[in-house]
Protein backbone atom coordinates (compact mmCIF):
# COMPACT_ATOMS: atom_id res chain seq x y z
CA UNK A 1 0.00 0.00 0.00
CA UNK A 2 1.21 3.58 -0.72
CA UNK A 3 2.31 5.59 2.21
CA UNK A 4 4.19 8.68 3.14
CA UNK A 5 5.70 9.79 6.37
CA UNK A 6 6.70 13.23 7.27
CA UNK A 7 9.61 13.41 9.53
CA UNK A 8 8.78 16.03 11.65
CA UNK A 9 5.38 17.41 12.75
CA UNK A 10 6.90 21.05 13.41
CA UNK A 11 9.59 22.97 12.60
CA UNK A 12 10.30 26.30 13.17
CA UNK A 13 12.90 28.68 11.30
CA UNK A 14 13.96 32.33 11.12
CA UNK A 15 12.59 34.61 8.51
CA UNK A 16 15.49 34.90 5.78
CA UNK A 17 16.93 31.32 6.23
CA UNK A 18 16.43 28.34 4.30
CA UNK A 19 13.33 25.82 4.42
CA UNK A 20 13.33 21.99 4.94
CA UNK A 21 10.34 19.97 5.00
CA UNK A 22 11.25 16.07 5.35
CA UNK A 23 8.73 13.27 3.83
CA UNK A 24 9.05 9.51 3.18
CA UNK A 25 7.37 7.66 0.80
CA UNK A 26 6.65 4.03 0.79
CA UNK A 27 4.88 2.73 -3.08
CA UNK A 28 5.63 -0.12 -4.60
CA UNK A 29 5.41 1.32 -8.01
CA UNK A 30 6.65 4.58 -9.10
CA UNK A 31 4.64 7.23 -7.18
CA UNK A 32 2.75 10.50 -8.12
CA UNK A 33 3.78 12.57 -5.14
CA UNK A 34 2.36 16.21 -3.92
CA UNK A 35 2.32 18.80 -1.50
CA UNK A 36 0.07 21.03 0.12
CA UNK A 37 0.15 23.72 2.11
CA UNK A 38 -2.84 24.72 4.28
CA UNK A 39 -2.43 28.54 5.76
CA UNK A 40 -4.74 28.31 9.13
CA UNK A 41 -8.72 28.33 8.75
CA UNK A 42 -8.10 27.92 4.96
CA UNK A 43 -8.79 25.09 2.57
CA UNK A 44 -5.47 22.75 0.90
CA UNK A 45 -3.75 24.02 -2.20
CA UNK A 46 -1.36 22.35 -4.30
CA UNK A 47 2.37 23.62 -4.00
CA UNK A 48 4.05 21.53 -6.67
CA UNK A 49 3.69 17.98 -8.46
CA UNK A 50 5.98 15.03 -9.11
CA UNK A 51 4.19 12.86 -11.87
CA UNK A 52 7.61 10.81 -13.39
CA UNK A 53 8.83 13.66 -15.15
CA UNK A 54 12.21 15.64 -14.00
CA UNK A 55 12.96 14.96 -10.47
CA UNK A 56 13.52 18.28 -9.37
CA UNK A 57 9.98 19.95 -9.15
CA UNK A 58 9.15 23.65 -8.98
CA UNK A 59 6.32 25.07 -7.52
CA UNK A 60 4.37 27.85 -6.26
CA UNK A 61 6.07 30.72 -3.65
CA UNK A 62 9.01 29.96 -4.64
CA UNK A 63 8.88 26.09 -3.09
CA UNK A 64 10.67 23.14 -4.72
CA UNK A 65 10.58 19.50 -4.00
CA UNK A 66 13.47 16.79 -5.03
CA UNK A 67 12.36 13.10 -6.05
CA UNK A 68 15.10 10.77 -4.59
CA UNK A 69 14.11 7.12 -5.63
CA UNK A 70 17.23 5.69 -4.02
CA UNK A 71 16.03 7.48 -0.54
CA UNK A 72 12.59 6.93 -1.20
CA UNK A 73 12.43 10.50 -0.27
CA UNK A 74 10.29 13.73 -1.44
CA UNK A 75 11.89 16.82 0.52
CA UNK A 76 10.55 20.04 0.41
CA UNK A 77 12.52 23.27 0.17
CA UNK A 78 12.15 26.74 0.03
CA UNK A 79 16.20 29.02 -0.30
CA UNK A 80 14.91 31.79 2.35
CA UNK A 81 11.32 31.72 4.26
CA UNK A 82 8.71 34.12 4.46
CA UNK A 83 6.55 35.01 7.32
CA UNK A 84 3.91 34.19 5.15
CA UNK A 85 5.16 31.03 5.15
CA UNK A 86 4.02 30.16 8.48
CA UNK A 87 1.41 27.10 7.39
CA UNK A 88 0.43 23.45 7.98
CA UNK A 89 2.28 21.02 4.97
CA UNK A 90 1.42 18.01 3.33
CA UNK A 91 2.92 15.36 1.75
CA UNK A 92 0.62 13.19 -0.12
CA UNK A 93 1.01 9.99 -2.65
CA UNK A 94 -1.37 8.84 -4.99
CA UNK A 95 -2.37 5.55 -4.72
CA UNK A 96 -3.70 4.31 -8.24
CA UNK A 97 -5.30 1.08 -7.22
CA UNK A 98 -7.96 2.76 -5.16
CA UNK A 99 -7.65 6.19 -6.82
CA UNK A 100 -7.09 8.09 -3.45
CA UNK A 101 -4.62 10.42 -2.29
CA UNK A 102 -3.24 9.97 0.55
CA UNK A 103 -2.18 12.31 3.24
CA UNK A 104 0.51 12.66 5.36
CA UNK A 105 0.51 14.06 8.93
CA UNK A 106 1.22 17.42 8.07
CA UNK A 107 4.68 19.44 9.42
CA UNK A 108 3.51 22.75 10.80
CA UNK A 109 6.42 25.49 9.48
CA UNK A 110 6.44 28.52 11.86
CA UNK A 111 8.51 31.28 10.87
CA UNK A 112 10.13 33.68 13.45
CA UNK A 113 10.73 37.24 12.23
CA UNK B 1 -15.41 34.44 -7.66
CA UNK B 2 -14.61 31.71 -4.74
CA UNK B 3 -14.19 28.61 -6.93
CA UNK B 4 -15.10 25.67 -4.10
CA UNK B 5 -17.73 27.21 -1.41
CA UNK B 6 -18.67 25.96 1.46
CA UNK B 7 -21.37 26.62 4.20
CA UNK B 8 -22.08 26.88 6.29
CA UNK B 9 -18.16 27.92 7.73
CA UNK B 10 -19.28 27.06 11.29
CA UNK B 11 -21.75 24.79 12.90
CA UNK B 12 -21.95 24.09 16.62
CA UNK B 13 -25.09 21.69 17.56
CA UNK B 14 -25.94 19.38 20.40
CA UNK B 15 -25.43 15.52 20.11
CA UNK B 16 -28.64 13.87 18.16
CA UNK B 17 -29.45 16.03 15.58
CA UNK B 18 -29.27 16.32 11.98
CA UNK B 19 -27.36 18.58 9.76
CA UNK B 20 -26.15 19.11 6.81
CA UNK B 21 -23.31 20.81 4.56
CA UNK B 22 -23.55 21.85 1.29
CA UNK B 23 -21.11 22.37 -1.35
CA UNK B 24 -20.70 24.08 -4.61
CA UNK B 25 -18.05 24.36 -7.07
CA UNK B 26 -18.03 26.81 -10.23
CA UNK B 27 -14.59 24.91 -11.99
CA UNK B 28 -16.67 22.78 -13.94
CA UNK B 29 -14.68 19.79 -12.68
CA UNK B 30 -16.30 16.37 -13.04
CA UNK B 31 -15.25 14.99 -9.64
CA UNK B 32 -16.11 16.19 -6.11
CA UNK B 33 -14.95 14.90 -2.72
CA UNK B 34 -15.42 14.87 1.04
CA UNK B 35 -12.67 15.16 3.74
CA UNK B 36 -12.71 15.14 7.25
CA UNK B 37 -10.04 16.58 9.43
CA UNK B 38 -9.80 15.49 12.42
CA UNK B 39 -8.17 17.49 15.32
CA UNK B 40 -4.52 16.42 14.49
CA UNK B 41 -5.32 17.34 11.03
CA UNK B 42 -5.12 14.31 9.74
CA UNK B 43 -7.03 14.00 6.41
CA UNK B 44 -8.90 11.01 5.31
CA UNK B 45 -11.26 10.82 2.59
CA UNK B 46 -15.14 10.13 3.31
CA UNK B 47 -16.99 10.36 -0.12
CA UNK B 48 -16.42 11.36 -4.47
CA UNK B 49 -19.05 11.44 -6.86
CA UNK B 50 -17.79 11.99 -10.54
CA UNK B 51 -20.45 13.97 -12.65
CA UNK B 52 -23.13 12.69 -9.90
CA UNK B 53 -22.79 9.12 -9.74
CA UNK B 54 -20.71 7.66 -6.49
CA UNK B 55 -16.83 6.45 -6.64
CA UNK B 56 -15.93 6.34 -3.44
CA UNK B 57 -17.38 5.37 -0.32
CA UNK B 58 -14.51 4.70 2.61
CA UNK B 59 -16.22 2.88 5.56
CA UNK B 60 -18.18 6.04 7.18
CA UNK B 61 -21.33 5.52 9.30
CA UNK B 62 -24.54 5.05 7.38
CA UNK B 63 -25.47 8.21 9.37
CA UNK B 64 -23.16 10.00 6.79
CA UNK B 65 -25.27 10.80 3.19
CA UNK B 66 -24.06 12.31 0.67
CA UNK B 67 -25.97 13.86 -1.97
CA UNK B 68 -24.78 15.27 -5.26
CA UNK B 69 -27.96 16.91 -7.51
CA UNK B 70 -26.13 18.04 -10.29
CA UNK B 71 -22.03 17.61 -11.19
CA UNK B 72 -21.49 21.47 -9.40
CA UNK B 73 -23.25 20.70 -6.06
CA UNK B 74 -21.77 18.01 -3.11
CA UNK B 75 -23.48 18.35 -0.14
CA UNK B 76 -23.24 16.16 3.19
CA UNK B 77 -26.19 15.37 5.10
CA UNK B 78 -25.18 13.77 8.79
CA UNK B 79 -28.27 11.99 10.73
CA UNK B 80 -27.71 11.63 14.39
CA UNK B 81 -24.79 13.60 15.88
CA UNK B 82 -22.10 12.10 17.85
CA UNK B 83 -19.24 13.87 19.78
CA UNK B 84 -16.55 11.77 17.55
CA UNK B 85 -18.48 13.83 14.25
CA UNK B 86 -16.98 16.74 15.42
CA UNK B 87 -14.06 17.86 12.83
CA UNK B 88 -13.36 20.11 9.93
CA UNK B 89 -15.07 18.87 7.00
CA UNK B 90 -13.43 19.84 3.14
CA UNK B 91 -14.96 19.30 0.32
CA UNK B 92 -13.07 19.63 -2.88
CA UNK B 93 -12.97 19.01 -6.85
CA UNK B 94 -10.63 18.12 -9.78
CA UNK B 95 -11.30 18.08 -13.23
CA UNK B 96 -11.29 14.68 -14.56
CA UNK B 97 -12.50 11.40 -13.12
CA UNK B 98 -8.27 10.33 -13.20
CA UNK B 99 -8.49 13.80 -10.62
CA UNK B 100 -6.86 11.88 -7.70
CA UNK B 101 -4.15 10.79 -9.91
CA UNK B 102 -2.81 14.23 -11.09
CA UNK B 103 -3.20 15.19 -7.58
CA UNK B 104 -4.95 18.45 -8.36
CA UNK B 105 -7.44 19.54 -5.49
CA UNK B 106 -9.44 21.94 -4.88
CA UNK B 107 -10.49 22.80 -1.72
CA UNK B 108 -12.84 24.73 0.03
CA UNK B 109 -12.10 26.65 3.22
CA UNK B 110 -13.51 23.82 5.29
CA UNK B 111 -16.96 23.72 7.37
CA UNK B 112 -16.36 23.11 11.40
CA UNK B 113 -18.57 20.85 13.12
CA UNK B 114 -18.42 20.90 16.68
CA UNK B 115 -21.06 18.57 18.34
CA UNK B 116 -21.93 19.58 22.44
Redesign the interface.
Known sequence: AQSVTQLDSHVSVSEGTPVLLRCNYSSSYSPSLFWYVQHPNKGLQLLLKYTSAATLVKGINGFEAEFKKSETSFHLTKPSAHMSDAAEYFCVVSDLYTDKLIFGTGTRLQVFP | DTA?SQTPKYLVTQMGNDKSIKCEQNLGHDTMYWYKQDS??????MF?YNNKEL??NETVPNRFSPKSPDKAHLNLHINSLELGDSAVY?C?SSPGA?G??????F????SRLTVL
Open positions: VKKFLKISIIFAGPVTGELFGEG
